[in-house]
């Protein structure tokens, strides 16, 4: 697909290209745009110069006819601005204008003549959509202004149907009322020139009534009011439940009380307007307040450095998770900043959130007209335009970049090779290989690999524009290979059969990847609806694809089902391990890009929608698959995995359906000196080991140990105190799994029995996915009592082996290797730290271990002398649990309890065995590999 310089925009309805109504299957070679800069500055100036016709309380929409004054558009524009200044000099009013239509955004984004579709503004993933087509809100604020005797502040129905046009000509498609809410003739007017309008319902007004309840109106029927008032309205894009709670208030009150007063007038909103989206419009000095409830996230942000901006809208998108963001307020003063530097500062404003994954922005504001508490405001001036109306240059700017939202055109678009492996896939690629030909990106291919599949997934493949590649079935990691080698991309996307992308998806990567040095780029993958009440319960339990990250931008772990990479960096290592034949491959070739020091980077906005499983089978079945995959892993990198053998994440992990740490310590805030710090955050702390334990699959392990050790209760009665650790060891991962459950939400559920059957059915999953680990982890050898070196005889004790060599190398070659022979060997290999008196170590297993040292003396003619000294490493938890058992048989025997003293003799005897066997295996595994580090002798 060549680029045209523009993203050629395919669309949802007729799938034909937006610019010259050619089919999208005959990819468009010559797409141009058909705008000119001039025509915006004439329209403008039509506009701001009242020469919009009205008439009959309709939009009449402006048209660009070719004339031969278009010709000469500079010279036309100075004529009717000079023109207009003297109708309104004089007092006469300006002539209807003829028709002219201009809109800054490419033809698919212009609303018909109908204005806007009815249909409901929704939620899905990281943005809004009107039906099944994208909504990017491009709005400015509107208000508030001086009200009249009976308190409206919307009494100039002229003067707002004026603002209404203009702001629709300048090319916004949202405005929104902040502080007070709009009467329904605004919204009429602005459904009347194709905007949409957000609602504030100003709950920060009645806050301080949490404090001192004395004359407290019923704020609840206050709302209800309010939205009743709106409900329903074709041109209502949301309900902001307030703005900005003052930082005092909220400290005071603490974030618990917030959020439940918030969460209270949430359901009040829903209960009236079920369809409507409610927000909250935050900021960064109270970001601490979580409110999981929203449908979308609000934030106003101000801040005056692009890189500083770029940083926190990465942040804001990471606490925002799967729901839109969108930015409700950017902007700046010119009267202190002056107006040229306002331009220039709200270009990049704009242009940075919308490259962020933002839903949309809002600038504040439309006017410099201001009036808050009682009086105008005149030390500020954050409006596109004057107070008289007058556009300044920052209205141009702004209007420019929203145009060009998400990524400028002009951007040398790098070429995408996206690779579909499918193995059986038939029932899902359909709907893979759909959303790939919506996508709204300029130069890509699509590449089908049939994994070997024997249901009908080749012929559907077939039916669609793209390669398809057969072959016999060698797992995912071969298919992937394939994919690879036939790429003619210098960018390769991977996709699961089982997912669909967003219409951008392509371009939020691309974009990461022009704008950073990262190897690879992943972005979220979301659960879609409609998929069943099952699959909605698997979406929210643990197991799911989930990203890593190390920073809000640089991640350590990109799942497999949306992950793209620089192709020549797959190349260099060799592309992906075919030993991971269904899981694990995206794990091992991310390790294995930041073992070669490239990083991996994530844009929030790179969205797919991920089909989860829809049976409890195909779940359980999937859980088992990643357990032997979690072990195969363990034997190739066993050093980034614990004794246990788990993996030992530097990142956060970040997704749907983790279970929740039931924490011991509380969260706190950081408010900075006397609560004035301008970013409050929260901070979590880190979970302790007994919260963390019973998720891990070896906990159900321990509990059947306990179970048998109550049982031989009856035996000897002071074994029955391993009753109530018996139920602490079952209460504690029910508690965590009830708990997740609770916190889940589910959207599609219609009532509260069907609501609470999927939290049944969720809290059984959380209990559920650790037993379906622990099964794969064991049938792959991934156990307690794995041995992970070569077993032989060695001694226990520490031995030194002295090496000649008469090649000096120096002292961190020598180690490494060292440590590449104990590789070789299969051995799980550690380095020490900056504060151990050791090199390396050779674990053998959980119980036993050994380390190494290694010195050198330096001698005449280049010659050296290696001493490599080494010696076992016991961990203390081996020979407690040894005193434990053994205590406990010495008295169980004196209590004639012989059957239990003969159990727990037993018992203390093997943590023993394993000891020596694994230090024993350690230690011989150093010994052949000093062995063979010798040079060998000569004749």
């Known amino acids: 697909m060549p680029n045209s310089g523009l993203p050629i925009v395919r669309s949802a309805f007729n799938d034909r290209c937006c610019y010259c109504d050619t089919p999208s299957r005959t990819r468009c070679v010559d797409a141009r745009p058909r705008r000119r800069p001039a025509h915006r500055l004439l329209a403008l100036y039509f506009c701001f110069s009242k020469r919009i016709a009205l008439g009959d309380g309709h939009h009449a929409r402006t048209r660009i006819e070719e004339t031969a004054d278009l010709k000469r558009p500079l010279s036309l524009i100075s004529r009717l601005h000079a023109d207009a200044r003297e109708s309104v000099e004089a007092g006469v009013s300006a002539p209807a204008a003829r028709p002219v239509r201009w809109s800054p955004f490419p033809p698919e984004r212009v609303p018909s003549d109908r204005a806007i579709e009815p249909a409901r503004v929704r939620a899905g993933g990281k943005f809004l959509f009107v039906g099944d087509e994208k909504l990017y809100v491009r709005g400015v604020t509107y208000g508030a202004f001086q009200p009249d005797a009976d308190g409206h502040e919307y009494h100039d129905l002229a003067m707002v149907e004026r603002d209404m046009a203009q702001i629709a000509a300048a090319g916004f498609n949202t405005v929104r009322i902040p502080h007070t809410t709009p009467p329904r003739s605004l919204l009429d007017a602005a459904w009347r020139h194709g905007l949409r309008v957000m609602v504030g319902l100003s709950a920060e007004q009645y806050v301080g009534y949490l404090i001192d309840r004395r004359g407290a109106p019923d704020v609840a029927a206050l709302l209800r009011a309010k939205v009743r008032a709106c409900a329903g309205h074709p041109a209502l894009l949301c309900y902001a439940l307030g703005n900005e709670i003052p930082a005092p208030i909220a400290r005071w009150l603490g974030a618990r009380r917030i959020g439940r007063y918030l969460h209270h007038l949430y359901r009040v909103v829903k209960d009236e307007d079920p369809a409507g989206l409610v927000t909250y419009v935050n900021y960064p000095t109270t970001e601490y307040l979580a409110l999981p409830f929203l449908d979308l996230l609000c934030f106003n942000v101000y801040l005056e450095s692009q890189a500083q901006l770029e940083a926190y809208l990465a942040r804001l998108q990471n606490l925002a998770g799967d729901r839109p963001l969108l930015m409700s307020e950017l902007g700046l003063d010119s009267l202190r900043n002056g107006e040229h530097t306002q331009a220039q500062s709200l270009d990049w404003q704009v242009r940075t959130a919308m490259a962020a994954g933002c839903a949309g922005a809002f600038v504040f504001s439309w006017t410099d007209e201001w009036y808050r508490h009682g009086h105008d405001v005149e030390d500020w001036h954050f409006g596109l335009t004057r107070a008289d109306r007058s556009p300044k240059p920052a209205l141009r700017a702004a209007s420019e970049a929203f145009a060009e939202a998400p990524f400028a055109p002009s951007l040398p678009w790098p070429r995408i090779s996206v690779v579909v492996c499918s193995h059986n896939g038939g029932r899902t690629i359909r709907d893979c290989l759909e959303g790939l030909k919506r996508l709204a990106y300029p130069d890509y291919e699509v590449i089908v690999v049939d994994d070997g599949s024997t249901d009908d997934t080749a012929a559907i493949a077939a039916r669609y524009d793209c390669r398809l590649i057969r072959t016999p079935n060698r797992g995912l990691s071969n298919a992937r290979n394939a994919g690879l080698a036939a790429a003619r991309g ?51 339990s643990p ?43 995206d794990v091992d070739v991310c390790w294995r890009l930041q073992e070669r020091g490239w990083t991996l980077g994530f844009h929030p906005a790179a969205m797919v929608w991920h ?219 550690l380095r020490g730290g900056a504060h ?104």
Not at 490 to 505: C, G, K, R, T
Not at 868 to 878: Q, Y
């Open 836 to 939: 151990d008196r050791w090199d390396l170590e050779v674990r053998g297993g959980i119980l036993g271990a050994a380390r190494v040292l290694v010195g050198s003396e330096d001698h005449p003619g280049g010659h050296q002398l290696i001493r490599v000294r080494a010696w076992p490493d016991i961990p203390e938890r081996g020979p407690m649990l040894a005193l434990a058992l053994a205590g406990l048989a010495v008295a169980a025997f004196r209590a004639d309890a012989t059957l239990a003293g003969h159990m727990l003799g037993v018992g203390a005897v093997l943590p023993v065995l394993h000891i020596i066997e694994q230090c024993m295996a350690a230690m011989a595994t150093i010994r052949q590999a000093v062995a063979r580090l010798r040079p060998p002798r000569r004749a």
């Open 611 to 829: 089909h989860r499983r829809n049976s409890l089978r195909a779940y359980w079945k999937q859980q088992i698959g990643y357990g032997r995959a979690e072990a195969m892993l363990e034997r190739k990198w066993p050093e980034k995995y614990n004794g246990p053998g788990h993996v030992r994440w530097a990142g956060r992990m970040y997704g749907h359906g983790l279970t929740r740490i039931l924490r011991w310590r509380r969260a706190w805030v950081y408010h900075g000196v006397w609560g004035a710090a301008p970013f409050q955050s929260l901070y979590e702390p880190a979970p302790s080991l007994l919260s963390l334990l019973p998720q891990m699959p070896e906990w159900h392990l321990m509990t059947a140990v306990l179970a048998v050790t109550a049982g031989l209760g009856i035996a000897y009665r002071p074994l029955r105190l391993a009753v109530p650790l018996l139920g602490g060891a079952l209460v504690l991962p029910v508690a965590q799994a009830c708990w997740s459950a609770t916190r889940a939400s589910f959207p599609e559920a219609s009532g509260s029995v069907a609501r609470a059957v999927r939290r049944v059915l969720t809290a059984g999953l959380h209990l559920l996915q650790p037993l379906a680990r622990l099964r794969g982890r064991i049938k792959e050898g991934l156990t307690p009592w794995r041995r992970r070196a070569t077993l032989g005889p060695a001694p226990l004790w520490p031995v030194t082996a002295s090496i000649w060599s008469d090649r000096w190398q120096p002292q961190d070659q020598l180690l490494r290797n060292l440590e590449a022979a104990l590789r070789a060997d299969g051995a799980c290999v």
């Open 490 to 540: 210098e960018i390769v996307a991977y996709l699961d059969d089982d997912a669909y992308p967003d219409p951008h998806w392509l371009t939020y990567l691309a974009a990461a990847f022009l704008r950073t040095s990262h190897a690879g780029v992943g972005g979220p993958n979301i659960a879609p609806p409609g998929d069943g009440w099952i699959a909605e319960c698997v979406a929210r």
């Open 543 to 585: 197991g799911g694809p989930v990203h890593v990250l190390l920073t809000d931008r640089e991640a350590e772990h990109i799942p497999g089902c949306n992950m793209a990479f620089r192709k020549t960096c797959l190349e260099a290592i060799g592309g992906f391990d075919p030993r991971f034949r269904t899981a694990g491959d």
